[in-house]
């Protein structure tokens, strides 16, 4: 179920995904991009949009791996599939977009140190605030950087406010290396934490501010920032769900959790603690494969009611598995799902939760050939899990 362009496709992928994207404007909606000739957004502490270039493992569909280069701000990711293997991939420490923010440098922005928690209600972050990391936050303090410590005239008294590329090196070059000594062994380059930063905004940079806040936080495939309880260091890093959640899709390619009733690409039926089975030897990707395949066949029964639904909704059970870096960093625990494959590598698109009634690509299931009835070609290789 491979071909020899796989490879390649995979190395542009990444190449696409590391591309610069969009910004976003003060008080906008995450993804949203301004339109052309509006001014610029006000002055505040910003949340940097970031340039995204880490791939996050999604679903599996039998042995096929789908494998998501996300791009930031709302555009079309990237899907490429090949034959499961045991891959190592390399440690990154990269993002997906964040909304910028239109607040005014104030007391908790200033007085956020390495292990402070800090949150925000509103869209443009004007409320931003200091909270114990036991309550919901959305970014985790690393460490804060005096840019007026660094050598030259760039961040001197009489500098001009950096612009976005400015801050997107700050963020590579500076906050990087931060969240690295901060997290150490415990940050998972393919969990649920990016690296991000806050500057004090345009208004606390004229008034003499020059401090960053580099930090971490939980940002979806659109932009969207998620709020989280406890320091990361001190939880599983795993991206999961709840059962019954459902994952949007957007050009078969799964976003952020939706309604049910809203188009999506899977729906949430358990989480599997792999350390259960396997404790804390890490296992194989082939291992994973041979024990999600039953468990979440299992989970997938019991959630929908019969074993024999799944074949009645023309669905198929998935999983996702955790790399090797992913597990030497904490990460243990992966989703087990139900979804419908397009043609290909991308998901159906689904409307309504899979107890109740759904459509796939807008027909019922009735109406949709069950797995393994058409017959197919004599050479063609067999689909383990249908």
């Known amino acids: 179920m491979s071909n020899d362009k796989d490879e390649r496709d995979e190395q542009s992928g990444d190449e696409a995904a590391s591309e610069q994207a969009p910004a976003t404007g003060a008080g906008s909606e995450p993804g949203d991009t301004p339109p052309a000739g509006e001014p610029d957004p006000p002055p505040g502490p910003i949340v940097e949009p970031v340039t995204p270039n880490r791939s996050k493992k999604g679903p599996r569909i039998a042995a096929l791996v789908v494998l998501l280069i996300l791009i930031a ?28 923010t239109g607040a005014v440098a104030g007391e908790d922005f200033g007085a956020a140190q390495a292990g402070d928690c800090l949150t925000w209600d509103e869209g443009d972050v004007s409320d931003l605030t200091l909270v114990e990391c036991s309550e919901e936050h959305r970014f985790e303090v690393a460490a804060a950087i005096d840019l007026a ?11 001009e406010f950096p612009n976005e590329l400015r801050f997107a090196e700050l963020r590579t070059h500076v906050c990087e290396p931060a969240v690295a000594t901060y997290l150490g062994e415990r940050f998972d380059p393919r969990g649920k934490f990016s690296v991000n930063l806050i500057n004090p905004g345009e ?8 401090t960053i806040r580099c930090g971490v936080q939980n940002v979806g495939t659109t932009g969207q920032v998620f709020a989280v309880r406890g320091h990361a260091a001190d939880q599983d890093q795993s991206v999961t769900w709840e059962p019954g959640v459902c994952i949007g899709i ?36 082939e291992d994973q494969d041979r024990f999600l395949d039953e468990r979440c066949r299992q989970l997938a029964a019991e959630y929908l009611g019969a074993p024999e639904r799944l074949d009645e909704l023309r669905l198929t059970a998935f999983w996702d598995t955790r790399p090797l870096s992913s597990w030497l960093a904490g990460s243990r625990t992966v989703n087990c799902a139900v979804g419908a494959q397009v043609d290909g590598a991308g998901f159906a698109t689904i409307i309504g939760s ?13 109406e949709i050939d069950a797995p393994g009835d058409d017959n197919p070609p004599a050479d063609a290789e067999p689909s383990p899990g249908n």
């Open 73 to 100: 701000g709302g555009v079309t990711s990237y899907v490429l599939t090949r034959e499961a293997a045991d891959q190592e991939d390399e440690p990154s420490l990269t993002t997906v977009a964040a909304p910028e």
């Open 149 to 159: 410590q660094f050598p030259g005239r760039e961040f001197g008294p009489d500098a």
């Open 203 to 210: 208004a606390g940079w004229n008034a003499g501010e020059r």
């Open 250 to 285: 957007d050009h078969d390619i799964p976003t952020d959790p939706v309604d049910c009733a809203d188009p999506h690409a899977f729906e949430v039926v358990g989480v599997v603690n792999l350390a259960d089975e396997f404790g804390d030897n890490y296992p194989s990707t």
């Open 354 to 366: 899979a107890r109740e009634e759904i459509t796939i690509n807008g027909r019922p299931p009735g």
